[in-house]
């Protein structure tokens, strides 16, 4: 796994403009917020999908590479003084703290603009066909978008400082974090060569294993140190933010989360060996400190 | 020109997430900044870019719906306060002043993403080929990235307040809002189905109808009128902006738009009459009083 993170931080170097190229501030800037740090789960789900349909992990290079910038962005843009307003990000100062709020709003732009450069280049670079590419890039911008990745960060900071029931809390986060590993996840299949099947597998892990990042991520808000995070904690009742822990309790919580773990795995039944990475992944999830 | 302005209306209409679906307020906000008003100056190059190559100009529906978000996610996050800080466009409220900054940028954002599903998506829509599809997204995201339009704008917010050379201006206004026309007038070509030579004399028309716009842009914002234009004007001496009537005074930028228009005009000298489109917009872009 530790030779799969030094490698995306490789095809992410590579495909992210150079700081020498006009105009240098924002490449920097795009650059400070994608390089160095970060778990690269997104990026780790999409070549372990690949991997488990039988294809080679090398041809998600760019999937990889847009995943991560969507990421980046979507981390840039959630800092912002006008949405979460953090100033720590993976142990570093946020990218406003670094660049101001204009280059910072504009770096994230061009990050998740450059990311669908990166897809469109995939023919070219890794001689993937165009109906492939045109798929991938289908499920990024769903992923994405205002029913994916946007739409649930707009949920949950119009809901702020309100109860919220389940089906609201379970909304916001099949979307904000949900959507973009199902993009992940379903866009390396397709480049593995997935069938129909395989695919529909892949999106029932994809379901679970986000519900089960997202519960671990709320009891780590609540229970984990700044040291191990690199980010702020307790920031969820800071901003007045619904949780798990809050709504079911920690120990429910624990258990939610293993369940959707089981789910992961039962999905992956019928899968050979090469869905190994995959199956780690699912537990790793809810054991991490970080 | 008024049928293809309402047809644009249409097929953004269409395009665009309903008010209906979840999360409203992001669809409501997405729908407030590009519906129902500009020139649709973009869509209509692309239209007449693939007419003029003897293209059907249906085949650009998708671009013309992307062109024209990507258009208006720019001009959302210009206006936010940490960049321009604009509170009227089109003649209404600005989309932050509407909906706050967190849902402006949040908008900005859906809306980019949106353009490129909207591209994707016109295999199954249009019967465009999957390799077309590519190429323009390819087009789309050059024209709005890191060295394009967003470029661009950073350039432009960095050098605020200083005595700008002609290179530095040139580059600010081919990035800015050159490279999204060239992307327009290149995406609508090659949906027409180009040759190699009509894309060459489609991206020197495109470079010299950027400069002519914003040379006239320009002098428009020194001279023109709050209730013409439906925004503020004199903003860029008020931001310290370095502009063509500034660097080069009235008389000469006005001679030299109309130099860039005889050039757009030359370019399409082996053009058939069904070029007559994007004839009529080169001579327009010059006489326009907003």
Known sequence: MK???????????????????????????????????GKRLRALLAMAACAAVG????????LVAAIEMVHAYSLIHDDLPCMDDDDLRRGKPTNHIVYGEAIAVLAGDALLTEAFAELAKMPDKYGISYETTVRVILELAHGAGSQGMVGGQVMDISSQDQELDADTLRYIHEHKTGALFKAALRGGALLG????EQLRQITRYAENFGL????????????GKVEQLGK????????GKQTYP?????????????RCV???????????PEAGLLRELATFIIQRDH
Do not use: N
Request: contains cysteine.
């Open 262 to 272: 089981e789910e992961c795995l039962e999905a992956l039944e019928g899968f050979s």
């Open 232 to 239: 702020a904690v307790q920031t969820d009742q800071r901003l």
């Open 193 to 196: 060569g997935a069938d129909e």
């Open 212 to 223: 089960a990042f997202q519960i671990t991520d709320d009891i780590l808000d609540e229970t």
């Open 3 to 37: 030779q799969l993170v030094a490698e995306v931080e490789a095809i992410l170097d590579q495909a992210l403009p150079s700081a020498k190229v006009m105009p240098s501030v924002l490449h920097e800037s795009m650059r400070y917020s994608t390089l160095g740090g």
């Open 55 to 62: 294809g080679e992990i090398r041809s998600t290079s760019s």
């Open 246 to 258: 809050r709504l079911y309790g920690l120990e429910k919580s624990q258990q939610m989360a293993k």
